[in-house]
């Protein structure tokens, strides 16, 4: 029997900006986007440690991002799955496509949102 590894589907709410508020803070829009086979890993007590020093941020989980994945996962934004809100923080771990036998090249942080 041979194993297959498979993501979940996962709403990024990718965002626009569309102005600024009567402080000068930016206004951004969010448009829902299905993206499809993610995976979710749990982070050590370690990166959650050293993501709370270097981020302020409490590090729940990991998205790894399929190949060719073009949406934007920039910080700050929000992601549902498992029933829940989550938002991205730090930067996107990028690696070589080339050099991966899995079907997924790029990772996020996400911390529970809401």
Known sequence: MVSRIRGIDVILYERTRTGEDAFRAPVYEET???????????????EVTADLQLYGKRAACELCLPKGDAHNWAAGSRVD????????FGPVTEYIEANLPLAWNRKVKVERYG
Do not use: I
Request: charged share 10%; net charge neutral.
């Open 32 to 46: 829902p986007v299905t993206v499809q086979n993610v995976l979710v890993t749990p982070v050590s007590a370690e």
């Open 81 to 88: 799955f498992f029933g829940g809100s989550w938002r991205v």
